[in-house]
């Protein structure tokens, strides 16, 4: 019997107890899925490594069957790309000034709700709060996904100013966009280009805390609909993108062609590659 486990033991308030014994087990259900998703990423890296599930099996004192059993079942290891455990899916409210009231815009909320969906899908545990219209978020906590612009934040301004390569710049124009310093290139919402076309430009990142003691994925289109083509990039390609640069700092940008009507994305694709933070140095 572990400390734990006794000192609960041990309560002798019933509604104590009730309490301490439920926040036990929720905690314990999430370590329980996170060493399984780790048990099955090892075995699948081995495996990837050429190792086959004799082999792997042999090495680690366990049968062949079950090894393939790791291999197949239990939460798929790229659920890290977006937290472990539980995450909170933070999206913003806006400010009405016709109205005098606070508002959530429909992409927005439909961003939230799909990326929850997409995180229960992988064992985690969600929930779910809004960037107040002052900006004002807590980032020093684990698991945050932040559908947020810089405009609307200065808490995300300051975020996103620690990327060593995209930039997020005013055109002189007006409009915003998103600068890329290695190459050069300017990246301009099809909405403010002449003429006009449904096609939208988002940002995807994990950039460091403000207390430099973890990470948060950073989410924004320069309009609501390059946030949703995102959303809808991590959905169909989360393994690929975990692949890549599994739980380390990056960024990268996504093209988004949209339904003029219903800004549902048609298409999303990566316009530049996923910059690994740790291999870029000012440029």
Request: charged fraction near 25%.
């Amino acid at each position: 019997m572990s400390d734990e486990l006794r000192r609960i033991v041990a309560i002798d308030d019933p509604y104590l107890l009730l309490r301490e014994v439920t926040t036990r087990l929720a905690d314990a259900q999430q370590e329980v899925t996170e060493l399984a998703r780790l048990r099955r990423r090892v075995v699948q890296d081995l495996h990837a490594q050429g190792l086959s599930y004799a082999q792997i099996a042999a090495k680690a004192g366990l049968s062949r069957g079950r090894i393939h059993q790791i291999r197949h079942t239990g939460p798929a290891p790229e659920g890290a790309f977006l937290g472990r455990g539980s995450v909170t899916v933070a999206t913003p409210l806006r400010r009405d000034d016709e109205r005098g009231r606070t508002v959530v815009a429909v992409d927005d909320v439909s961003s939230g709700k799909r990326l929850e969906e997409l995180a229960r899908s992988y064992g985690l545990d969600v929930t779910s709060e809004h960037v107040p219209v002052t900006g004002a978020i807590d980032l020093d906590r684990d698991g945050l996904v932040v559908v947020c612009g810089p405009r609307m934040s200065q808490e995300m301004w300051d975020t996103y100013a620690q990327d060593p390569v995209l930039a997020w710049e005013r055109a002189e124009d007006g409009p915003w966009t998103v600068v890329d310093r290695k190459t050069g290139l300017v990246h301009r919402s099809g909405q403010d280009s002449a003429p006009a076309r449904s096609y939208d430009v988002g940002y995807l990142g994990r950039l460091p805390r403000p207390d430099g003691q973890g990470t948060l994925l950073a989410i924004a289109g320069i309009h609501t609909q390059g946030s949703l083509g995102v959303v809808q990039l991590l959905t169909n390609d989360l393994n690929t993108l975990w692949g890549q640069v599994g739980d380390q700092r990056f960024s990268t940008l996504v093209g988004v062609e949209y339904d003029l009507d219903t800004s549902e994305p048609l298409s999303a694709e990566l316009l530049c590659p996923l910059y690994r933070h740790d291999e870029e140095t000012s440029v």
